[in-house]
């Protein structure tokens, strides 16, 4: 069974450009949250999508955005980038199968170095 | 904002020895969990407790939680080197199951 697949798995950007990652979850799996992880700040939620629906949503400004798709595959931007989103992105998916809980598999991150 | 906080940040032990790390949460929750980071890779599940349950066991981990104090506890006997990794407690909470993290603790077993 194939794990979470995120894409690219490193990238390299200057300040004001945009950049779009893209998460392929487990199949079977409708559940996609991403998480922005800094040394600083630790692990923090972004977004998370079910069904094609932003079912939850952090605190993080509208340059932020994501999207899924109907194969449950998900994409994130950034736009107008900022020196301090150089952070390792991590994308998740859920089953909520029968014990109803979030229980997350994650995939090896997406670090984006902002210059 | 965090819900959960782990304590302590950081964690040295030898091998052999037990590692007890705490993390405490601030709003009701449906379940905690913990996770596993290995040098900046994916997060990896570990165990989860839910909110009516007090004591849970998987293999040589241990996890308890005391909802009146709003705190866990993540007990880790007969250490490894290759426990040696970051821990991280999760939150779930509300309706939408919602799934936060807290900045997570560095446990370093030396060989």
Excluded at chain 2, 27 to 49: C, K
Aim: net charge positive.
């Amino acid at each position: 069974k194939a794990g979470v697949t995120q894409t690219p798995r490193y990238l390299i950007k200057t300040r004001g450009q945009q950049v779009t990652l893209s998460c392929s979850p487990i199949s079977g799996h409708r559940s996609v949250s991403w998480y922005q992880q800094t040394p600083g700040q630790g692990l923090q939620f972004l977004f998370e999508y079910f069904s094609e629906t932003q079912r939850n949503k952090g605190n993080f400004p509208g340059r932020f955005s994501g999207r899924q798709f109907s194969n449950s595959r998900s994409e994130m931007n950034v736009s107008t980038l900022e020196l301090g989103d150089s952070a390792l992105y991590l994308c998740a998916s859920s089953l909520f199968g029968l014990s109803g809980a979030n229980v997350l598999t994650f995939g090896a991150g997406s670090r984006l170095t902002v210059l | 904002s965090q819900q959960g906080e782990e304590d302590p940040q950081a964690l040295s032990i030898q091998e052999g020895e037990n590692a007890t790390m705490n993390c405490s949460y601030k709003t009701s929750i449906n379940n905690l969990q913990w996770y596993r980071q290995n040098s900046g890779r994916g997060l990896v599940h570990l165990i989860l407790i839910r909110s009516n349950e007090r004591e849970k066991h998987s293999g040589r981990l241990r996890v308890t939680l005391d909802t009146s104090k709003k705190s866990s506890s993540l007990l880790i006997t007969a250490s490894r080197a290759a426990d040696t990794a970051s821990y991280f407690c999760a939150t779930e909470f509300g309706a939408n199951s919602k799934l936060t993290f807290g900045k997570g603790i560095t446990l370093s077993v030396r060989p």
